[in-house]
């Protein structure tokens, strides 16, 4: 009977962990730590953009890298961006984005057309084509992720309620991804001294507002850096449309050789006749160049035949 009765222990406990997890695949909701990962993927973050159907991202961020030990370069090792994103429940967008180094960007993408301006530019219309669009939108909202990407290993996850979450420094880091490439192999190096953050999702799992500001060091390219990062973003729900500013279209250049031919009025362009070298001499024969001359194809005197004799003249 105990046998038994352990028996339908077991069996009661093994249903209550099968439905327990198919509970949670059913929800779809994951650890902490894997669902911020997903989320502050900048295509995902897109993604839950477009979710909203009238939304506006603002985000502001600072990374800075200089040289262990050397001299302050008066801020020009630091760069600090300030982006706002407006979509609309049609798809349209609007970038505007600048920096404290006097540079920035705008973008604007209505159905088929997009139109892009630098920092005191004017904006330049032309057709939008696939994936140009989707690059831009994911470049816009991409601090989380290169912060989140660059220590992202250091942080640990603590509840803050709801779908809320502490962001502060692990007493242990988790090991690095395998296959990074040249480019991102110094992130293998970094050595985090301070993190601190806080970061928001929404029922379904996107990201709403993210924070996080870190202090490390790393090698790269065997010199010791030390490094800084703050970033902020927030979501907010917006409704007023995207429509096109004033814009100018983008005027196809001609060819080079058009243009070439217009600015001489058809004339058509001489170049100086070189004259050919001398040919020199084949299988043995004098050259040319000596055969008029008083030398031979060597330079020496060229030996005259003797006269003839009375008795040759004779003999012929």
Known sequence: MAISRNRIVATLLLVAAWSGCGRAKRDGILPPDQGLDAAVRPAAVVSALRRLSGAHFHATAMFRVSTVGAPDAGGRDAITTTTDLWIDKLGN?????????????DVVRVGSELAVALRYGKLI????????????????????WAAWDTVGRFVEIGPAGGRAFRLSKAAQERPAPAGATALRKWRETVAVQALVGEARLDASGGLQAFSLNTRFRAMRDGTPVEGEIAVATSVDQADAPVTMPATETLQARQRTILEERALLGGLAVRTPTVPPAPKKAVGGRRSIAGAGSGRDSSGQPRKLPAAPTEGQKEAR
């Open 93 to 105: 967008f609007r970038l505007a984005e600048s920096n404290d180094q006097d540079g920035g960007r």
């Open 125 to 144: 219309r032309r057709p939008a084509q696939d994936p140009e669009p989707q690059r831009f939108l994911e470049e816009a909202v991409g601090a989380p």
